[in-house]
């Protein structure tokens, strides 16, 4: 039932593009994506709701495919600032509130 | 607008003790729900509480118990801490559970049984 995400980590050099993949294997009413740094809290970047709707960062985009039950996340001109560690955090049967989080994806951006 | 703050930040138990934990939700948020963090694993949903009522439980077993006040800050109790239960316990609000609004988490407490 927990998503997995893929890759588990990637090597960027600023500048550089990275997507950050979640995959289901039951049917997604929504999907969370997460920045957490090491020793701090989970940091909110986007929601995507079943139907399109999406709330997020402006400068992070992200789409889902509700067929496949995935979604990916695009992080373009990387800086130094997007290193952590990525998390996709999933509904299956609504808007319950109760996330399940993948493994993690950890990006480090090199100068 | 003050964020989540829990406390302790960090807390050393021994194993077959009790704890309890604390969390203060975002101002004007009534949904506070708990995650457990394992050293280099995803949070793992513990439960949640709505407007002072448990509504929704993750796999863990009844010695994880909550509260939620009316000011909707919330505890989390473990009895009988095991060696296992080690780990990074966040809390998290939102603002209303019957909108959709994204989850702030706070920096959580490090447990460390021993």
């Known amino acids: 039932q927990q998503p997995v995400q893929s890759p588990q980590a990637v090597i960027l050099r600023e500048g550089e593009d990275a997507v950050i993949n979640c995959s289901s294997s039951k049917a997604l009413y929504s999907v969370h994506w997460y920045r957490q740094k090491h020793g701090e809290a989970p940091v909110f970047l986007m929601i995507l709701l079943k139907g399109g709707e999406q709330k997020g960062h402006d400068k992070i985009s992200a789409s889902f495919n509700e067929k496949k039950q995935q979604s990916s996340l695009y992080l373009t001109a990387s800086q130094l600032s997007y290193s952590g560690t990525y998390f996709c955090g999933t509904e299956t049967t609504g808007n319950t509130g109760k996330l399940i989080f993948g493994q993690g994806t950890t990006l480090q951006v090199k100068p | 607008e003050t964020g989540v703050t829990q406390s302790p930040t960090h807390l050393i138990k021994t194993r077959g003790q009790q704890v309890t934990l604390r969390c203060s939700s975002q101002?004007?948020?009534?949904?506070v729900s708990w995650y457990q963090q394992a050293l280099g694993q995803g949070p793992q949903f513990i439960f949640q509480?709505?407007?002072?009522?448990?509504?929704g439980r993750g796999n863990f077993p009844p010695r994880f118990s909550g509260l939620q006040f009316p000011n909707y800050s919330s505890e989390l109790n473990v009895n009988a801490l095991e060696l296992d239960d080690s780990a990074l316990y966040l809390c998290a609000s939102r603002r209303d559970f019957s909108s959709y609004n994204e989850q702030f988490f706070g920096p959580g407490t490090r447990l460390t049984v021993l």
């Open positions: 101002s004007g948020h009534n949904t």
């Open positions: 509480y709505y407007r002072e009522e448990e509504n």
